[in-house]
């Protein structure tokens, strides 16, 4: 099932997607858990399942859409150099035997249709198309081979990226303000039986610039799930960006850096289209 995070006038939900519109699945469970977050916690996506059917409350269009994995979030780890063709177009870089792992902070993290700040104080805007898990059952020291057994539902990343800002600190060239759109939606993972086997595609303002297979991460979701629960507990609502293919902006010349009135698009096979405008930072 597609599951979405949203907001009306009666304040924020979450439900399900289905042809005919949105299922709000919050309102019908009466508040017994606030949102998506709190559903995987107590392992109750059962009890929304049972109004899997039911008729559509909204279209999306009478919807705001939020994050995902809306805030408050827990943990959102990300993952650098995970694509060989992308190592290669780092130039100097080796393929790294380990995961190149940082984190984003919540107020990086923006929805599906909400506008990605251009900072103010640097034009070296990166795009970077990425997939990402959910976690929804907790665990720390997962073994490999039993990780997936631990993801909730996947769904796209775009990790904008502060280049110059990136070359003294990884961790301020990720952390700008909205720039981590995240969505539109969730989608279970019962139905992406093997993660490996989806196509990622970048969009710039309607310009291919990425297209790949998931499968050809250097570290799959399974490796990932097991380095990084080694060292910090997981626990249902985390995310985990697994990285980004080749094509970014800034190994190309000259680097087409995103602009005020570009929009990108982050396509995954089976899970949908989160497309974002850029916008000067006020």
């Not at 600190?169 to 981590?180: D, M």
Request: charged content about 20%; overall charge negative; hydrophobic content about 45%.
């Amino acid at each position: 099932m597609k599951i979405i995070s949203f907001s009306t006038l009666s304040g924020p939900s979450y439900g399900f997607v289905t042809e005919a519109g949105v299922v709000d699945i919050g309102s019908r469970l009466f508040g017994r858990y606030p949102d998506i977050s709190a559903v995987l916690a107590a392992d109750a996506l059962g009890e929304m399942m049972v109004h899997a059917r039911a008729a559509a409350d909204f279209t999306l269009a009478d919807v705001t859409v939020l994050p995902a994995v809306p805030s408050p979030l827990r943990k959102v780890l990300c993952v650098g150099l995970n694509y060989r063709a992308h190592v290669a177009e780092a130039a100097g870089r080796q393929v790294p035997e380990q995961p190149r792992i940082f984190a984003r902070l919540a107020d990086t993290i923006i929805a599906h249709g909400a506008a990605m700040w251009r900072p103010a104080n640097s034009g070296h805007f990166d795009y970077e198309g990425e997939l990402a898990v959910v976690i929804g059952k907790a665990g720390r020291h997962i073994p490999a081979e039993r990780a997936l057994e631990h993801v909730a539902a996947y769904t796209c990343f775009n990790d904008g990226s502060v280049r110059d800002y990136q070359k003294h600190s990884v961790t301020a060239g990720k952390n700008f303000p909205r720039t981590g759109p995240l969505g539109p939606w969730l989608v279970t993972a019962d139905e992406i039986p093997d993660p490996a086997a989806l196509t990622l595609t970048t969009r710039v303002s309607g310009e291919e610039r990425q297209r790949t297979s998931t499968g050809d991460m250097i570290l799959g979701i399974p490796a990932l799930i097991a380095y990084i629960s080694a060292f910090t507990p997981l626990a249902p609502g985390d995310v985990i960006a697994t990285g980004t293919p080749e094509g970014v902006a800034h190994a190309r010349t000259p680097p087409p850096w995103l602009v005020p009135g570009d929009t990108v698009e982050v396509e995954i096979s089976g899970i949908g289209i989160l497309r974002n405008p850029v916008v000067a930072e006020p």
